[in-house]
Every structure is written in C-alpha cells, then in structure tokens.
C-alpha cells in the first residue's frame, strides 16, 4: 500500500483546485446531489485499478458520473439497509438484555456501532469496486467475489478502513465548518485511491 502516493497523487493533477471545488460544491450538498459524489468516486476507482495517466476524473463526463452515481447510491442504500438492520437489532438486544448493567451496555451497543461504521466501509467500497471491474450490477451483489477480496486483502482493507475513517475526522475538523466538505472531499477522493490500491491488480498483468 503507498499511502504517499494516496495523499498526494491529486496534487499531481494540474486541475486539482477545480476538480476539489467542484466535488466540494457536491458536497456542500450531499443531502440532494450525493449520487454526484459517488458517481464521482466510482470513476477515481476505474482510473486507479486502471492506472490512467490522469487519476481524477474530469467533471465535464457529466453523464457517465450520474448513471454511475445513480447505480452506486443504489448499491450503497442496499447494503446500507442490510447492515443497520443487523445493528438494530444488535442494539435492541442488547439494550433489552437483562444480563447487562448498564455500562455493558454501553460498552456492547458502542462496540456494534463502531463494527457496523468499519463493516459499512468496507463492504460498501468492495461492492463498488466489483461494480467497477465489471460494470456488472450483480458482482456488486457477489458473495463469493466478496470472501474472495476479504481473503486477498483483508489486512490492507482493515488498515485503509481505519486510515480513512480517521483521515475524514480530522479533515472535517480542519475545514472548521465553512471549508469542511472541501477538505472532506479531498480526503474521499485519498480514500478511494486507497480502496482501488488494495485490489488493483500486479503492473504486470
């Protein structure tokens, strides 16, 4: 894994300040535009288990990033359902169990969050990267694709997922509100490099 080159590939790219504010600006309004940002994402994957030239996808291929916003949103609510409804329910027992005081309690319902934000992570980027190789909506879907990368790459997933989570907090805390979904953006982008580094295939092949 080259963190380094996570960190600074996009700076390599003589249009970065626009691509970032631009994504940014997507950011800024995630609530209504988030399949831009994904759709967005999933071209960073293509072009890093691809190796192009140019990393960050240009935003003028409009088109192509919302068709891939539309199905990567889809993927991501799926598993998003999938996975907070194993947490709820982890949550609701544990917050009925009458074996428990309540700091188990607290200590068991916080474990299940913390387990369901890392299994979210990495679940989420292995289905979008399995779309990604294939523009097949079903290898999202693929179980056995899945055990597959978690087998080839479980110790590096883990690493990225933990690197990542860390580097969108404290990015969200550098941009002190007003430039948080830039920098927060900046450090989505780092994290997709990292995602698509995990499985990108030997230079060779």
Not at 64 to 88: E, P, Q
């Amino acid at each position: 894994m080259d963190y380094h080159k996570a960190l600074s590939f996009t700076f390599d790219d003589k249009d970065w300040p626009k691509k970032i504010a631009i994504g940014g600006f997507f950011n800024f309004l995630n609530v209504f535009f988030c399949f831009f940002i994904v759709g967005y994402y999933m071209g960073l994957l293509r072009n890093v288990q691809r190796r192009a030239e140019v990393l960050l996808p240009d935003w003028s291929d409009m088109g192509k990033i919302i068709v891939d916003g539309v199905v990567g949103s889809i993927i991501l609510l799926l598993y998003t359902l999938l996975i907070g409804g194993l947490c709820a329910l982890a949550i609701i027992y544990f917050a009925t169990e009458s074996g428990l005081d309540d700091a188990g309690m607290v200590i068991s319902i916080v474990m299940v969050s913390i387990l369901t934000v890392v299994g979210l992570t990495v679940l989420g980027n292995l289905a979008l990267l399995q779309f990604t190789f294939s523009d097949d909506f079903r290898d999202a879907f693929s179980l056995t694709k899945m055990l597959q990368m978690g087998r080839a790459h479980g110790s590096d997933l883990i690493g990225v997922t933990v690197f990542s989570l860390i580097l969108n907090g404290l990015m969200f805390v550098v941009g002190l509100g007003l430039l948080s979904p830039f920098t927060s953006f900046w450090a989505f982008v780092v994290q997709g490099h990292l995602f698509a580094q995990c499985v990108q295939p030997p230079s060779d092949q």
